[in-house]
């Protein structure tokens, strides 16, 4: 089959030279692909690639291995799995490695069955394996191939001592988006906004949590997303107090809001999206009041994201907005400066403003560099999110207020001047979203 993705080839050679040129010249790297992951019995779940791999590869079947070799004349070289008719009338049409190098750009390709040859020989005159920390099933391998050149060490040749991990340079230059892959995310934003904006539409008491989750995957799928970027979440009533529900069973209720966190995933790259709305498409006082606020905070840390600007600036912001508005709606009582520093407004707001977003929805990328919160970089594509959540238990507060769970979450791209919304196609004005509910999806 002929690959095909959003990300040019040439994008995908770059990214493997940009690694190659970070290595050492003695080191040798090892980027693994993902495996089929069983669900039950004999059923598996949909492939997914290993994000790291992918990012390098652009190739999307699973049980393979990047080797990339830097030093004078930069290698890289693909393990994966050989043709084989019967397997694929079975489980699907591979690539193999006749058709990789012209496919994937790669400069070597060979089947999995030569690994345990073709790697020691690799690992000669190379002092230093990088490959990620997480991989426990490679470090097995590793060893092994590293114990099979115990007789080549004994004979003075150089083989590798050590190990290091791949993470930091890989995932620094991952955190960076280029033009193409901000477009695919655009993209990604956009469909995720149009399918928040019907599930909307859908709404109505007597809908169930899980029936709003079809909605939002019918129009991910009819709009070239496959799946979606994670579980959605949507939490009626009290269930918008749990941060990760996705149990996303119950019905919802007349006078509740419900809290639909979901995104679709396009070509490998995530969106992620909070809406909160009426059930019945409108707010009670005390749900306005509450939303208000925390769409306050949200404009407001949007309005402050550019470059340079730290890191932890937007999410401090977001603090002083919220516990003011809490205290002048008599939720948090005390004096603003010592509820800050005692962090009392935690019971309320317990996460922080917002995370990296990319091919992971908790995307890779330091949020520190040496200690200290890093400045924004245009290219840098962050979610700005914050919220309340009032326990539904939480006796301390009046009752008007309780099981009150409000999040509102968009994409955000820092650019050379500023920042764009990349999931702005979304109403989350409190009249847009009633306007909105007043009116029909048409699918």
């Known amino acids: 089959m002929t690959r095909m993705t959003s990300i040019p080839l ?38 997914r690639q290993d994000s790291d791999f992918y990012y390098l590869t652009g190739f999307d079947e699973p049980d393979a291995l990047l080797v990339l070799l830097p030093g004078d004349d930069p290698q890289s070289i693909l393990f994966c799995r050989e043709r084989d008719k019967t397997m694929e009338i079975w489980h699907g049409y591979r690539l193999g490695p ?14 999995n069955e030569e690994l345990d040859q073709q790697l020691p020989e690799l690992m000669l005159g190379r002092d230093q394996i990088y490959y990620a920390a997480d991989k426990t099933a490679l470090e097995a391998q590793i060893r092994q191939w590293r114990d099979s050149l115990k007789m080549a060490k004994r004979q003075g040749k150089q ?9 930091g340079l890989l995932h620094e230059m991952r955190l960076f988006k280029s033009d ?93 999206i ?22 306050k905070a949200q404009l407001a840390c949007i309005d402050m994201i550019k470059p340079g600007v730290l890191w932890q600036d937007p999410h401090d912001l977001s603090v002083e907005i919220l516990v003011d508005g809490l205290i002048e709606l008599g939720i948090l009582k005390g004096e603003r400066d010592e509820l800050i520093k005692t962090e009392a407004y935690r019971e309320f707001y317990m ?15 330091d949020y520190k560099l040496a200690g200290e919160w890093r400045p924004l970089r245009p290219g840098m594509v962050m979610t700005v999110e914050p919220g309340l959540y009032i326990a539904p238990d ?25 920042c764009e919304v990349l999931s702005a196609g979304v109403p989350k004005l409190v009249d847009d979203i009633e306007t909105l509910m007043a009116t029909q999806a048409d699918n």
């Open 10 to 47: 040439n994008e995908f050679n770059e990214r493997r030279q940009r690694l190659l040129n970070s290595l050492p010249a003695g080191a040798i790297a090892l980027v693994p692909a993902a495996t089929m992951q069983p669900r039950n019995s004999d059923v598996e779940y949909p492939f």
């Open 351 to 365: 996460h922080r403003l917002g995370h990296w977003l990319g091919m992971d929805v908790h995307d890779v990328g």
């Open 274 to 295: 909070t809406r909160t709305f009426p059930v019945s498409g409108r707010f009670s006082p005390e749900q306005k009041a509450l939303y208000e606020l925390v769409l």
């Open 98 to 111: 006749e058709r990789a190098v012209a496919e994937l750009g790669v400069d070597q390709a060979f089947a």
């Open 159 to 167: 083989v590798p001592t050590g190990t290091q991990q791949l993470d």
């Open 180 to 272: 193409n892959e901000i477009a695919v995310m655009r993209e990604a934003g956009r469909i995720s906004a149009v399918a928040h904006a019907k599930a909307m539409q859908h709404c109505q008491p007597g809908v169930t949590e899980y029936q709003l989750e079809a909605r939002l995957n019918f129009h991910f799928a009819m709009n070239g997303c496959r799946q979606p970027a994670y579980p959605a979440i949507v939490g009626g009533g009290e269930n918008a107090c749990v941060l990760h529900y996705v149990e996303n069973s119950e019905v919802l209720k007349d006078g509740d809001l419900v809290l639909i966190d979901a995104g679709a995933e396009l070509d490998y790259y995530a969106s992620d």
């Open 394 to 418: 939480n006796t301390d507060v009046e009752a008007r207020w309780r099981g009150i769970g409000i999040r509102i979450e968009d994409d955000v791209v820092v650019t050379e001047e500023g």
